[in-house]
């Protein structure tokens, strides 16, 4: 293809994303396109399922029936996520072994929120309010995106996030009604994970690299600063109804801009995540290796199967 003709591709292109069309996979799109979507995709994929990891630690531990239920589905929802966003992600190309080869070895990066331990059954109660929420607030944007599958999976994805958001919420406000105990272990689990929940929508705007073409595409509707402040706007009054303390002792509402001031995040720590030295990196990319290696003779026996079957359609169509 000649250079004006690519040109000419890239422009139709640009314009259907303009006009709010959605990109198929079978459409034509610029290389740099495929590229970012299977590395957003993916990570995002891969956080679906590596968060399922601190929160299946407490199923057997649950502290009633009709908790183990909620947690379970909650938990099943996210391989369900997950499982919907490996799938979108293949129809750019790429294999399902080639994405968990990419897990696996670190190349591919997943929400560095889960690389922190659950120490308390009120862990359950914060991931569900506070890094379900945020994400939420991440992915509701995400449902008009511009590549079709992303965009349709993302619809059913935030449906399920808001009932994992509020069953968090609900363990959070009973533990916060309830003994003086299980009040302060709330308030604990609020204390450890309020600043890694605003993190986890990302580094400050003049840090983010992929902003501006992300917003192009429309994979980015606001920028990370404003996603955070609504996150923030939207959970303190929730906290406050609670009757539970942010830990952040410079927050404070400002009248005028209607928003809420908070404190600086420690952008330290969250490098040092990211880049695998958070308190749990290696525990849950173990923990992935040894699912994927346990998961090889369930691979095999569906690929023989599969085999089987295609053998069995031949012979009946001769
Ligand atoms: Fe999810
Ligand atoms: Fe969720």
Known sequence: MSELEIKSLE?????RIARDEKIEPKDWMPEKYRQTHI???SQHAHSEIVGMLPEGN???????LRRKVALLAKIQDEAGHGLYLYSACETLGISREELYEQLHSGKAKYSSIFN???????DMGAIGWLVDGAAIINQVPLCATSFGPYARAMVRVCKEESFHQRQGFQIMMTLAEGTPEQKAMAQDALNRWWFPSLMMLGPTDDASVHTEQSMK???????NDELRQQFVDQTVPQA??????IPDPTLKWN????????GELDWDEFWQVVKGHGPCNKIRIDARKKAWSNGEWVRDAAMAYAEKQANKEVKQAI
């Open 11 to 15: 422009e139709q292109f640009d314009a």
């Open 39 to 41: 590395r957003q995709i």
């Open 58 to 64: 407490w199923i057997t531990r649950a502290p009633s």
């Open 116 to 122: 922190y331990p659950t120490l308390t059954w009120a």
């Open 217 to 223: 595409w429309k994979l980015k509707r606001k920028t």
């Open 240 to 245: 406050d109804m609670i009757g539970l303390t």
């Open 255 to 262: 009248a005028e801009t209607k928003h809420y001031e908070f």
